[in-house]
């Protein structure tokens, strides 16, 4: 992941895993934003201890629409992508990025449901089967 620099702006994502106990082993996890194509703006792992990651996202002269997910962490050298993310049971928030507004953290809660198919490598199918 690049340094920040004056073409980017810090994101703050807050991610609490819901119903842990000390002895809940928690899944390797990462942020990951994407542009309202679907095109990977940004990414970074959630630090286990305290939830946290920060995103690095490129700055626009117009307002444009990001979507930001928290999902199981990838294999290094893997290229996130959104559809896989989302099949594995991703959380998924909508954010509207203004050129000159501040930044609000984002808080995710990832419920036992979710996060224990992290651990399995399991994944989540919605819809009809």
Not at 20 to 48: F, I, N
Not at 50 to 57: E, I, M
């Amino acid at each position: 992941m690049a340094k920040a620099s004056s073409d980017t702006r810090s994101l703050r994502i807050n991610t609490t895993f819901v119903e842990t106990s000390t002895d809940d082993k928690l899944p390797a996890s990462a942020a990951y934003a994407y542009s309202a194509g679907g095109r990977l703006l940004a990414h970074a792992d959630v630090d286990p201890k305290s939830g946290h990651a920060n995103l690095q996202l490129p700055t626009s002269s117009e307002p444009t629409g990001v979507r930001v997910l928290v999902g199981p962490a990838l294999p290094r050298g893997e290229e996130p992508d959104l559809e896989e993310l989302l099949r594995r049971g991703a959380v998924e928030r909508h954010l509207r990025v203004e050129p000159k507004g501040e930044l609000s953290a984002l808080e995710f809660e990832i419920f036992p449901d979710v996060w224990h198919c992290w651990l399995a490598g399991l994944c989540v199918v919605k819809g009809t089967v």
